[in-house]
Structures are given as C-alpha cells and as structure tokens.
C-alpha cells in the first residue's frame, strides 16, 4: 500500500511537473501523469487537489486545467480578450519611480490576457513579505512581480523566500546579488551600474576633473550607481573628492541647509566642478539652495541627476539619466507570461536595460 505522504521534494516536483504540463498542453490526465512519473493514480489526483485547492488548477473528469482557462468568473481584460494568468504585482512606492513602471506592466497585461492584482508596501523588508504572503495565500496567483529589498541578511533572507515559492517570480528594477546563486528567479532591471559609468563620462567630456557624488542613503539603486561611478572616475583618471550618501529630503528644513551647505563648502574647497546626484528631489533641492546662495549653474557646479521624475522642472533644467522605467514594467509582465506559458523548459531569463542620458542647462548651459 501507498504511504499516505511522501517527501516535501518530491510532491512540489510532482506539482511543478503537472504545471508545466498544463502551461504547455492546457489539460492534463491523471492516467498519463501516473504512468510518467511512476505513481500511482491517487498520488496524481491528491496533488491535483493540492494545486486545486491553491486555485491553479480546475479538476475535471479524470484529470485537470489551468483554472484561468476555464474560471468564467475572471475578468476579460479591457480589450475584451480572456484573461490567461492572474500575476500579483507588489511595488515599494506608489507615488514615486514606480508609477511609471506599473504603467508599463498594466499594458502588457491587458495586451496579453493578465490580471495585474497590484499592492503597495513600502521599503521595509518585513512589509514587503507580508503584502506578498497575502497574495500568495490567496491561492489564486499564477505569478509574482516584486521588486523586494535585497541587500543584508533580511534582504538574502527575503530572496530565498521568493525563490522557494511555488509559483514563478520576476523582479522589477532589483537583481540578486551573484554570490546568492539562485536559479529560479527572473529579473528586469535598468543596468543602474552603467548609468553611474554613464553619468561620469558625460562629466569627463565636458573637460570636468574633479567631481563628486551624493546618493540617497538605503537606496537599492544608489550602491550599483556607486560601482559604475568608481570605475569609470578610476578609468577616466577623474578625482572623487566628495562623497555623501544623504536622505535631504527627509531632514527638517535646517538640518537639510547645514547638510547642503557643507557639501557646497567641501566642493568649493576642493575645487570640485561637477555632481551625480540620486536622485530628483535630492538634485533639486541642492541646486536651489546654491543658486539661492550665489553659485551659477553649470558654471560654478554641473549637475547630473539620476531617475528623472522632476529633473526637467528645475531652474535650470538638470541633465538626468533616465531609466526606462515603463519598458521595465512591460518586460517583466512579458518575462512572466513567457515563463507561465513555457514553463521549465524555457532558460531562466534575466534582463538589464541602459538608462538613458539626457542633456539639460545644468552641464551644458544655454546654447549661445
């Protein structure tokens, strides 16, 4: 007689096979699946079960579906078509970077026949775990994109959580960092590493020398900013003289002036011409509280700001580097419906964009 259990390995190797099997064929049979994989038929309909009763499945007559094929009570999608996969999406900001990368992904969902179920955390790592377990537990979801913390032990911790999940995750503008080695997960990120070698070079042409860097402290963007930054001042034979890794906008109106005020006094004493700054709010704010105090821009200090959400609105307007963010958005919908569809036999993807530099008054001035 069968044990009424078996390892935890082997029921979620048995489930993923059957999923995959369904992404492919769009029906499975219990008999088929038995004599594959050399159980016996109540192995195949107990987990047919388990995958039903997480809302992945529809058990019929002697076998199963995909639940998003045959589930009438999930919405079309607005251009009318069915929709295949229901994804959750969860983002660490609504108001800020991401909006523009929830545009991208809204409309490769509707194009393709998703259900975009979107929730909003913050950067706390134990927020984001649990606005993603809500969705999970749900039992409903054929995928997840997130866009966790990544770095420290809670953030390594976080990424072998989602690695474990039963279902495929994608990540949005975040990448594991090489010495994790996991497999499973799947990116879409702006190559922000680049952009910081980017931003140093465009400084470099321009005839700057000594240069320096403000980033936003905690920022998961601000350390790959840092390392395209280094080396290119390294290879480029520039000098970084100052360097600070601040939150102003989240200072106090005094406090921000003596942060600003002593970074403007560090540049002027080390005769410091030009800044990369991440990001907006944080390059708006240093360049009028120095036009506010005498300094001309460019010609006093260049200015390179690193997002571009509020960079053109300045005076003058800042030269931005600007990730794209909505194509981020759409890849990783496009990353995941690929993966749902193909299943285990498609390579595990992972994507990097280049952000794109845009030239403002800030370091080149008015044309003359």
Known sequence: MEPP?????????????????????????????????????LTIRRDIGHLADRGLVTRVHGGATLRSRLDTTVPASATGAPIRFRVGMVVPSLSYYWPHIIIGARAAATELGVQLILRGASYSVDDQRRQISSLVESGSLHGLIVAPETLGADGRALLHWLEALPIPVVLAERRVPSALALTKLEWVT??????????????????????????????????????????AVAALGLECLVDVDATLDALDGVAREVLIAELLGRCRETATTALLIHNDPQAVLLEQYARDHGWSIPDDLAIVAYDDEVAESAEPAITALRPPKQHVGRLAVETMVARLAEGGRRPVQRVHLLPELLPRDSTVGRAT
């Open 5 to 41: 259990t078996d390892p935890p390995a082997f029921g979620l190797s048995r489930r993923e096979h059957i999923l995959d099997e369904l992404r492919r064929t769009g029906s499975v049979r219990v008999t088929d699946l038995a004599r594959e994989l050399r159980v016996s038929e």
């Open 190 to 231: 702006t190559d922000h590493v680049f952009g910081g070698s980017l931003a140093a070079d465009h400084l470099a042409s321009l005839g700057h020398r000594r240069v320096g860097i403000l980033t936003s402290a905690g920022s998961p963007t601000s350390w790959q900013l840092r390392r395209g930054w280094d080396r």
